[in-house]
């Protein structure tokens, strides 16, 4: 046992100081580290530099300090949370907002991330969203200022609630729609409860956008945070009754919030994807023709490489990543089925890295999934060439 004054990860380092010295130990080596009087112990100095500068009123030297510390560790909570923080300060809403969902995606329910999240919003003028991040924030036992937050801005509108959701408006109040969006929520939660074996802890959160067009939102990249944050989103302008699409659109984004309740951040984006794609209905081995095709020619990119949000991906980079989720979801259906679908969203949800729960409930690493996956796609395609 090494006792330090401070500790922090660096690359592939664990650095602590003692004494005014800085040492470094190899991560692999490192079991556990933990602080003597409960605080954080793993804190990058340079995030808590971030804070002091900006609590000091130098938004500029806090963002710096910020951006080192994600240099060297470029899935920090608190070092995100730092970015935020100071890009709020800097009236950069739209930037802050990205940095606060990032954070949200990597540790789902962080009261201080909801907070920052509302505050990005209503410095971009979102005041309907900056609620909803801040009800939330009082919900993860924020502090007392959050609560004062919310209550400046006032009461939401006209809701429809039951015991699994709180159904909002982003826009005019349209209750028959919210009680056909609930019941059609209602069933998929019964259904999902069912086959998983798990459901939310808490009432999740819908937010009809009365104001917004309908689309389709499940293969959007830029629509992450509409299950990142723990809120459903969903644009219904033009809708007086919950279409075939619409109920496609909420299916996959409740599908989302079951696994983010169980998996948290533990998940990777492919299989958060593909499960929910699998989960709001049709054939889940419908993209399997195209993509044995596609290995038939060349290799596919790693399931590694899609572990990250797909935010910034190109249309075409988006599109083949969802579909290689959904289809890497259906070849774990087809070794393990259901069951073992629910071992990995447990071993997820224990902690494990992808890369270590793969083998508890599959009994394959990453490359063994990846070699198999697409061995059964170039013989499954080769099978139904001549029929074509």
């Not at 690359?11 to 490192?30: F, I, K, Q, S």
């Not at 951006?67 to 930037?95: E, T």
């Not at 980079?317 to 393990?336: K, M």
Request: charged share 25%; proline share 6%; net charge negative.
């Amino acid at each position: 046992m090494i006792e330090a004054d401070e500790a922090w990860f660096e690359g592939t380092e664990l650095r602590y100081r003692r004494n005014g010295t800085v040492y470094a130990v190899p991560r692999a080596l490192v079991a556990r580290v933990g602080a003597a009087d409960g605080s954080a112990a793993l804190e990058d100095p340079d995030a808590r530099r971030s804070r002091e500068r900006l609590a000091a009123g130098d938004p500029s030297e806090a963002l710096r300090f910020a951006r080192l510390a994600l240099f060297r560790q470029p899935s920090s909570v608190p070092a995100l949370q730092a970015l935020a923080a100071a890009q709020i300060a800097l009236g950069d809403g739209s930037r802050a907002r990205d940095s606060a969902t990032l954070a949200l995606s990597l540790e789902p329910g962080n009261a201080l991330s909801l907070e920052l999240l509302g505050d990005a919003l209503m410095e971009s003028g979102d005041f309907a969203r900056a609620r909803e991040q801040y009800r939330l924030a009082v919900e993860a036992q924020g502090p007392p200022r959050v609560r004062s937050k919310l209550e400046g801005l006032g009461t939401s509108a006209a809701s429809v609630s039951s015991a699994r959701f709180w159904i909002r408006y982003d826009g005019a109040a349209d209750e028959p729609l919210g009680l056909g969006v609930l019941r059609v929520l209602d069933a998929a939660w019964e259904e999902y409860e069912r086959r998983l074996g798990f459901a939310p802890d808490l009432p999740v959160t819908v937010v009809l956008q009365t104001a917004t067009a309908f689309r389709d939102t499940t293969r959007a990249p830029d629509w992450v945070a509409a299950w990142n944050d723990g809120t459903i989103r969903v644009p219904v302008m033009g809708l007086d009754r919950p279409t075939p699409g619409l109920v496609r659109v909420l299916r996959h984004e409740l599908a989302h919030s079951f696994v983010a309740t169980r998996a948290g951040a533990q998940c990777p984006t492919w299989l958060h994807e593909g499960l929910a794609q699998w989960l709001e209905g049709g054939d889940p081995e419908r993209e399997d023709p195209a993509l044995a095709r596609r290995a038939s020619r060349s290799r596919l990119p790693r399931l590694e490489s899609l572990e990250r949000p797909f935010v910034g991906l190109s249309e075409a980079d988006a599109t083949a990543a969802y579909a290689q989720s959904l289809s890497a979801v259906a070849h774990l259906l087809r070794l393990r089925g259901e069951a073992g679908v629910r071992r990995l969203i447990d071993a997820l949800g224990e902690g494990l890295p992808a890369a270590e729960a793969l083998p508890t409930a599959f009994a394959l690493s990453y490359g063994e999934l990846q070699r198999d996956w697409e061995a059964h796609l170039i013989h499954a395609g080769g099978r139904a060439s001549p029929a074509s």
